[in-house]
């Protein structure tokens, strides 16, 4: 298959899987993300494919890719297969430039935009890519206006979503949804963690985070970013 054909299976076979997942959610507010997430990724669907003119670029996270493709995959086989079929055409990156705040994770990190304003196919609704995350590692809490979900489809890691919860384990199949400018933390063990993500909302909006993300009089910081190939 060509890479409009794998990337844009990666989009229906996620948006099948939120519709099916709809009904096993118990708060309306969990309800409301995936249903607008399942639309959104529906029109982009229908509308005709944009190749971006973006560039992966050297991603040592990458290197925990051949360990997640060996799982046996149970939960979610469709979706873990389109992802495998999409993952050579992502558009890969580190996203944070290495500095104080990330450079305790930024090495065993990596995001593939699929379909997005730097996406291999470009969107300025929609996020949808690929996401690592090596071993032993803790992506601090952080926030975003964008709604957000990862899904899991290989690997494990625990999730905590806003500043005061608890972290909870999430293995294949898993979801886990992020209203706007509520704070996410990952953090793994002894085994890295590979998912699907997606952004819908005030895309250009950036990431934040407080050095206590609970302390809401402390002035919000911001992280530099890896721009993409195509902006330099």
Known sequence: MNRETTIYRLLEETEA???????????PSQRDLVVGFAEDFHAESIRPALLSQSRSQSVRGLRYAPVLFDENIVRCPEL????????PYAWWSEFYEEAHWSKSFVSRFA?????????????DSIILGLFILGPDTHYPAHAHAAEEFYIVVAGE????????????????GDIVLHGSNVSPAIRTSSRPMFAIYSWRGALDEPSWYRDNMADESEPRKFPNFVKSKRDQ
Do not use: H, N
Not at 17 to 27: D, F, G, H, Q, S
């Open 17 to 27: 899987y939120l519709r099916k997942i709809e009904a096993t959610l118990v708060e």
């Open 80 to 87: 873990f297969d389109a992802a495998l079929g999409a993952f």
């Open 157 to 172: 890691a625990e999730f905590q979503t806003g500043a005061t919860s608890d972290f909870i384990a999430k293995r294949q």
């Open 111 to 123: 995001t593939g935009e699929c379909i997005g304003p730097t996406g291999r196919f470009r969107s």
